[in-house]
């Protein structure tokens, strides 16, 4: 059993960067891996970024590819989305979620067994 909990969202300027981090509990945190979803306002969920449970392998939505990071830290049970050159369409309620096994589907949110309950990121032009 996985519990995730979101912080670090906020308001933030076109441009601007924010880090989200999401605290799991449970001792088998870092076997799991682990992934950001978002989803804004009449839009269904979507990927953003994975991360292994070593952390040595990372994939990313095009999107958000070469704005946003993944990672991870095992010790303190807890990931990071790091977001730069944050853009108004980067708006939406961002969730951290939990799937057994980095290989497979890594963007469809069917493949994930736990999340969290959601982090609001709003972006201003």
């Known amino acids: 059993q996985v519990q995730l909990v979101e912080s670090g969202g906020g308001l933030v300027q076109a441009g601007g960067s924010l880090r989200l981090s999401c605290a799991a509990s449970?001792?088998?945190?870092?076997?799991?891996?682990m992934g950001w979803f978002r989803q804004a306002p009449g839009k269904e969920r979507e990927f953003v970024a994975v991360i292994s449970w070593t952390g040595g392998s990372r994939d990313y939505a095009d999107s958000v590819k070469g704005r946003f990071t993944i990672s991870r830290d095992n010790t303190k049970n807890t990931v990071y989305l790091q977001m730069n050159g944050l853009k108004p369409e980067d708006t939406a309620v961002y969730y951290c979620a939990a799937k057994k096994y980095y290989a497979g589907q890594r963007s469809d949110r069917d493949e994930y067994s736990y999340w969290g309950q959601g982090t609001q990121v709003t972006v201003s032009s």
């Open positions: 449970g001792r088998t945190f870092s076997t799991y891996a």
